[in-house]
Every structure is written in structure tokens, then in C-alpha cells.
């Protein structure tokens, strides 16, 4: 039996080119959502950079302060008002000013601020503000 087989590609030829358009919109979206990302994530990595920064900008400042009023509490700035710099190793060719002003007896105010090249004169600080009594002479043999 020798027959002829007839095969309709009308169906086929209506259906042409869908895997391509299936696999641009995949294509597309996949992009799409890679960018959604990617704008959230270089967002966040801008935000968390300028904290560090704000950071590292306001330790020296805040470091200085509070080794000032630690120096307060060992005792009174010989002179009102009274400056000195201080610097850190840790963070080397940063210098500070320290101002202790007298407002009231036992009433001071600190002020700091970055050293400029007029400071170059200031004393270093003291390592406290304690000055040591004169020494007791001896006592008398009579």
C-alpha cells in the first residue's frame, strides 16, 4: 500500500516565531529586575558610604573633646582662657585645638576646633591640670 501522506502547515505557520518573543520578554524582564536591583543596592551603598564618612570626619573632633573633659577633671586650666593642641597617632598630621573658658568658679566651656597654622605656637597638653604642691621642708630639729 503505497499511499501519499498529506501534512497541513497552515497551523505551523500562524504559530512562528513564539519561543523568540517568549525568550525577549524573559530577556527583557530579567534586565529590568537586574536594574530594579542594582538601583537599590548602589542607593544603599551611597547612604552607608556618607555615614562613614560623617563618621570618620566627626571622630577626631569628638575624641579631642572628650579627652578634654577627661583633662578637666584631673583639675583647673592654670590660665582662663587656656589652649592647647592635641594630636593623636592614630590619625597622624590631624591636629586640635582645645579652649577652656571660665564661665563661673567650677564652670567651664570646651570648645574644640582643627588646628591651623597660627596654632603652631601652643603648648602640648599637660597630662592633667593638678599642679603639684611645693614639697614640705624638713622639719625643724628644735
Known amino acids: 500500500m503505497r499511499g501519499t501522506i498529506l501534512i497541513d502547515f497552515s497551523l505551523h505557520r500562524c504559530c512562528r516565531g513564539h519561543a523568540l518573543i517568549g525568550t525577549m520578554v ?3 524582564l530579567a534586565m529590568l529586575l537586574w536594574a530594579a536591583v542594582y538601583a537599590q543596592m548602589a542607593s544603599a551603598l551611597r547612604v552607608e558610604k556618607a555615614c562613614k564618612l560623617r563618621l570618620d570626619q566627626a ?4 575624641r579631642a573633646m572628650a ?4 583633662l578637666l577633671e584631673t ?4 590660665c582662663n582662657p587656656y589652649s592647647c593642641k592635641v594630636s593623636f597617632d592614630d590619625q597622624p598630621g590631624k591636629e586640635f585645638v582645645i579652649t577652656f573658658t571660665r564661665i563661673e568658679e567650677n564652670k567651664y566651656k570646651v ?5 591651623t ?7 602640648p597638653p599637660p597630662s592633667n591640670f593638678n599642679q603639684p604642691s611645693p614639697p614640705m621642708p624638713p622639719p625643724s630639729p628644735f
Open 26 to 28: 524573559f530577556i527583557v
Open 117 to 123: 597654622e597660627s596654632d603652631s605656637l601652643l603648648p
Open 75 to 78: 583639675g583647673k586650666p592654670p
Open 111 to 115: 570648645e574644640v576646633r582643627p588646628a
Open 59 to 62: 571622630k577626631g573632633p569628638v
Open 67 to 70: 579627652w578634654g573633659l577627661s
